[in-house]
């Protein structure tokens, strides 16, 4: 036998590893960037990192192709053309500065409200927040309200934290896990290693999807729920664990609103909490039977009691919980074909979550004390932990279905207790130590306080004395008083049509919005270059930030062009949407790995830059200098208030004060070499019952996290939503229109409830449509990556067997699939594990042609579809002269997942070569990419 | 060295669990980097930005639906790159001696200046763990990262392939197989580890996990019966029930 | 698979030149002069334009001949071995017919022997290989050998060799169609064995692993409609056999031997462009390509 080769086993890896966070989607991993003569090499997990450990997606390996797409903006644009052309000339920053600021500096003086600035998936809301503010307009939100607002506003309302990445499962203990309508999520990486983690250890999931691909496929057991029923069947589960007895009776009485007593008295107040002169809720103390505040010391909340005055009985939360919940119309029986899941599995799933969470309950000694200043010895684990997003979320009953899931989770006594669901700080949070909105708008001066909060009732919506909206996008309006993300997805429908008044400038931050994150794309094409009758647009000025040729730059007047994650500064901030494990505050930043070789700026920079030319208030000094030159500088210097700033870390001058503390000149080297994030650990024994926790509370205030200690309960019984309804049942001065009163009264029930979304015009649309997102793509930024675009390059429609037989479809067939709203021809595939009435695709794969340096012909264009034809923002004339928003009457969330269509065969699948709708392509202002790549970087 | 070596002293492969990957292709975009990076030429990808995009892959991953006799249909992913068989047929066809097993450690690996790029030893694989690089023309597989794997200039934890470092669900594991002792030995011995075509004899070191038993939950359904004896029928009697229980928990009236 | 024309070339010309050879070693015809430079120059030019044509698809042909160094194992390198053999001893042969007006009897025995040595190691480059179970038989050998032989009398003008051979190696491809219509099924894989997931249910391919094609799909996945793949091996069967039979029965006439021969090389090109267009890699399996 000849030798074997002699080959390199220990070549040199690279000349350099640079730490920074992951950008390739919101979950915000911590990445080693390996670098070889200067350049990017190769990107691995960092294995310190809180939120990844080490791994990385494959969105997170495939950065390298991002750094180095064809398809980067090079330089400030100026459209020359006209909109939706793609024409463009390049200008200089110098004009691109000026430009922008000739345009807002008379709107900030004169009318701040003509300036809308919304941003999308950014990472930085608390800074774009801040400048809205500064500028004084009242139209500013982030993406929130087209994305998961549902999840967000249930899970804050209900428990002070939601699902989403403000919580997670105790992955080391949790025995059962239960998984509604995830397909990734934003906690991407964190949900597979949990998965991992507690399959590792034979634990049982349950996947609640109508499809059963990712997540789902893994899962033990699949439920392939009817789109849109979650919240049927988690009644049913409810009433089925209820009349077992199988509830945490000492946990509800303790920490949650169930023995609060509601006022039964007629009148103003009825249904609303009983409240102590200091504006405590009142319990009956089951020691002594008398009423009290409920955190007193000692004292034991009584689920049962009532409590009698002026010959009216005031009963307790559970009670009303108890006459409903029981009642047969929550009957698995009763529901099963509704929910398309047998009357026996929603009774084993009761049985087992019962079994789990009180036969394998354990106990951990792990001494801690309560608010009320009760020491327990040990801590009690309830081994289930469930976890939802969109598919909850992004229906028109999503809030209520989401309540309804985090309700079962309490009356099992599973939250933020060991092997339960728990928070990330900053959460929990209760309402009450968030803000309210804020939306009145005076020229030259900031806003009184932020746009997003938390409204406690009629009083904190924001409409003027004739009712009319405040902001363009009409959140916190009696249309969905709850809208606590703003509504991205109306504004410029809204502004289009001017109501509730003209803008003069739309300013966008990072969101397609003419294409994939739209509802009603052709619709929003055409409202973006509709024009007056004196030829100039109805939208008269569009400022885009992109930093990629992406569908939507092409309608922009004016391009900033950013620069890409591992080019710039940012900040993942506690102010924020942080990257807090359960066990640790953390926080992050990025920063500048390499340098531009374009002439673009972090978008960041440049608002710094806009706010500094117009000496927006907040960012300038009283002698009218700048505060801050960059981003950078604002993210070290800036306090939000005294000692607290952007980064909880290395804070004091000498850096070694955490949370509180002055600013440190050196804090951003400072998290460069701790690997580009910070962490603070929950001590031992402050880890679980975070809300009543007395360790908690006061290490949370010492992080600053706090301003002081905030105990609460849990709402079962949500008292703002009561509010609401008292002013539609004609209490109160602000009362909403008369068309608004029912659906006010019904929908915005304090204890959750389900009901069957709009289907107004779904008459002969059968089949429930719905995407998913691919683990490997990110929204329309993934096609642009020469690894990722050749897994999911197009997207057929996914149609289970049944529907395939029934329209006689085969595999590559075309098919016509329609919609109240439009029409599509797609080619379809086969699917078994699906919910046999449901098709679906993956999400934003469609790509226009033109865009993302893309050759006109490639498949994405070709092949590739958006859902959103399908989908408008309003639902269909109900013939009462008004068209009603396809979003959730109670915070506006856009009801995506509500799509129902008919399908029918088009075409075999050599007879047709493109989808329909066929767009016109758009000039790129970025050529396209090369042929081939063979990308080394290392000799 | 074409002939494949009497035996190896040691069987270095993977094992992947079908019951944990999701199939989000982090192995296979990590394997990607790595190895563009890395031993021998760079990955290619041709019309990268065009019509017809393909490029070079060492790890790919399929999804496959599984109809039971009853129940609802599974959907299992599947990844899959070289199996550093033991008998290796794509190593005894190689005419030039590039495709070799290597003595120490089992792993078949191409040695790219000697290839001629003739593609026999893909013909030969059963798996298609080969693949040819179209602006190279060499034969491009899995090198289990050799690279990586002996790597003194890495920390010893991540002496791992790519691809296992990068799995977020933890599905892919690698090890020994020649070691009854490894981790993966006795993985395998526990979940029934299996190899792919066995028929072919080409004993791939690689083993798969099979996915667990799915759909039980209404199995149970008699076992856990009793947890759900109504403490009432009535709303009514339920609140009766409530008072009796109250009474019993800590710091209750009894 | 695919059918590259460098392959199909390859196998056609070089069987052909091959099949020459050996009878040319075999004395048959015992030519000399110039009809053996001819005889000769037909044989060599074919088989080397096959033996240059499989190197078309080579992605380093400069590196071929490292191909020489592994005959203990590999039959593509024995193939490249009896082929430079076969070549090497037949030109000295040649020399000494043509030139010499020399028939070195015991050379022409070795060079036929690597001749028809070259063909049988070309057959078991194919033979060998599992993974694709229509060519992983017996009869893949004496197919490749038949028509080997067949051609190879035909082109030498023996005629009444050439009809019987002829004849064999038409059965043997009937045979071959027929086996190999049943080799994948018979093989026992199928998507069950190839994911191992077959003891738990019928297993169907769902997503593939990239929407795009990629070298596998290209190389190994190549679907022939059946009603097409009738038709061609029809027209293969008529031009490969059946015509130059019904041509060598007819009185003899140069015209109808040169037809003949341009027949059966039509046809065998058409029965190779089947032998791989048809032939089921079961990587297939993997890709959902090969389902029924
Ligand atoms: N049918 C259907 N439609 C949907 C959904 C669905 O489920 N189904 N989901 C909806 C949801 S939840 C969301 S969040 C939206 C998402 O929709 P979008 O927020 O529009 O998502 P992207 O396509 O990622 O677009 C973001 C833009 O940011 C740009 N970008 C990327 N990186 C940077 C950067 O570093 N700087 C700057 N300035 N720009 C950058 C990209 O080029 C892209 O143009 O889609 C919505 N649309
Ligand atoms: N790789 C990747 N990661 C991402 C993103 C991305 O584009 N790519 N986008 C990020 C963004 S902006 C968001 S908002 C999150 C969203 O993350 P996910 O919440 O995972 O969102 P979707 O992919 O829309 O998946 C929704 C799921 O709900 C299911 N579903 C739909 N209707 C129902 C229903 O009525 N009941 C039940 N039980 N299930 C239902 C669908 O089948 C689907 O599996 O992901 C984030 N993470
Ligand atoms: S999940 Fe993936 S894309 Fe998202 S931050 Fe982590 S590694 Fe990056
Ligand atoms: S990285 Fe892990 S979970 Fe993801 S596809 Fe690969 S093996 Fe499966
Ligand atoms: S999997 Fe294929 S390439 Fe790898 S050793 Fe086995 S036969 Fe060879
Ligand atoms: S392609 Fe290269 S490695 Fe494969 S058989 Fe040919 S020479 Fe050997
Ligand atoms: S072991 Fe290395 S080369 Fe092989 S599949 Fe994994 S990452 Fe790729
Ligand atoms: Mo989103």
Known sequence: MTQQPRIELSPKVSDEIRRTTCYMCACRCGINVHMKDGKVAYIEGNRDHPVNRGVLCAKGSAGIMQVNAPSRLRKPLRRVGPRGSGEFREISWDEAISTAVGWLNELHETAPHKLAFFTGRDQSQSFTSFWAQNFGTPNYAAHGGFCSVNMAAAGIYTMGGAFWEFGQPDWEHTKLFMLFGVAEDHDSNPIKMGIGQIKKRGARVIGVNPIRSGYNAVADDWVGITPGTDGLFVLSLIHVLMKAGKIDLDYLSRYTNAPVLVNAADGPDKGLLLRDENGKELVIDRVTGKLTPFDQPGVRPDLSATYEKDGVTHRPVFHHMAERYLSEEYTPEAVADRCGIPASRIRAIAAELARVAFDEAFTIEREWTDFRGETHKTMTGRPVSFHAMRGISAHANGFQTCRAIHVLQILLGTVEVPGGFRFKPPYPKPVAAHPTPHGQGRPGRPLDGPHLGFPRGPQDLQIDDKGNALRIDKAFTWENPMSVHGLMHMVISNAYAGTPYKIDTLFMYMANMSWNSTMNTKGVIEMLTARNDDGGYVIPRIIYSDAYSSEMVAYADLILPDTTYLERHDCISLLDRPICEADAAADAIRWPVVEPDRDVRGFQSVLIELANRMQLPGFTNEDGTPKWKDYADYIVNHERKPGIGPLAGFRGENGDQQGRGAPNPDQLDRYIENGGFYISHIPEGADYYKPWNKAYQDWAVDLGLYDSPQPYLFQLYVEPMRRFQLAAEGHGERQPPDNLRDRIREKLDPLPIWYETDQTGNDGFTVNALTQRPMAMYHSWGSQNAWLRQLHGRNPLYVPTKLMREHGLKDGDWARVTSPHGEIVVPVMEMAALNENTVWTWNAIGKRKGAWALQPDAPEATKGFLLNHLIHELLPPKGDGLRWANSDPITGQAAWFDLKVKIEKAANPDDRAECEPVFDPIKSPVGTGPKDLAWKVGK | ?254 | MHPAPSVIIFTTLSGLGFGMLFFLGLGYPAVSGMTAFALFAIAFGLSVAGLVASTFHLGHPERAWKAFTQWRSSWLSREGWCAVAALVVMGLYAIGMIFLDQRWQALGLIGAVFSIGTVFTTSMIYTQLKSIPRWNTALTPPMFLSISLAGGALMCGQVRAALVLLLIAALVQLAYWHQGDRALAASGTDLGTATGLGPRGKVRAFEPPHTGTNYLLREFVHVVGRKHARKLRVIAFLLAFVLPIALLLLPFNHVFALLAALSHVAGVAASRWLFFAQAEHVVGLYYGKRQT
């Open chain 2, 1 to 254: 060295m074409t002939q494949l070596p009497q035996s190896t002293q040691r069987k270095l492969g993977l094992v992947i669990d079908l019951d944990t990957c999701v199939g989000c292709h982090a192995c296979v975009i990590s394997c990607k980097g790595w190895n563009t990076e890395n031993y021998g030429a760079p990955l290619s990808d041709q019309d990268a930005y065009g019509a017809d995009p393909s490029g070079t892959f060492l790890n790919r991953v399929h999804s496959y639906e599984v109809q039971p006799e009853q129940g609802a249909a599974q959907l299992v992913h599947f990844p899959k790159s070289c199996l550093h068989c033991e008998d290796a047929p794509c190593v005894t066809v190689c005419p030039t001696g590039a495709s070799y097993k290597r003595a120490e450690d089992g792993i078949v690996l191409v040695n790219e200046s000697d290839c001629i790029g003739c593609g026999l030893c893909a013909w030969s694989c059963p798996y298609g763990a080969r693949e040819m690089d179209m602006a190279e023309g060499v034969m491009k597989k899995c090198t289990l990262c050799i690279d990586r794997i002996y790597n003194e200039n890495l920390p010893e934890i991540d002496r791992i392939p790519s691809c296992v470092r990068t799995c977020p669900a933890g599905a892919r594991h690698f090890g020994d197989l020649a070691d009854p002792e490894s981790d993966v030995s006795k993985l395998v011995a526990e979940r029934g580890g299996m190899d792919l075509m066995p028929e072919m004899g080409t004993k791939p070191v690689n083993k798969y996990l099979p996915p667990r038993p799915k759909d039980r939950i209404e199995d149970q359904v008699d076992v856990l019966a009793p947890l759900l004896a109504p403490v009432a029928e009535e709303p009514q009697g339920f609140l009766g029930w409530l008072d009796k229980a109250l009474d019993k928990l800590p710091g209750g009236r009894a």
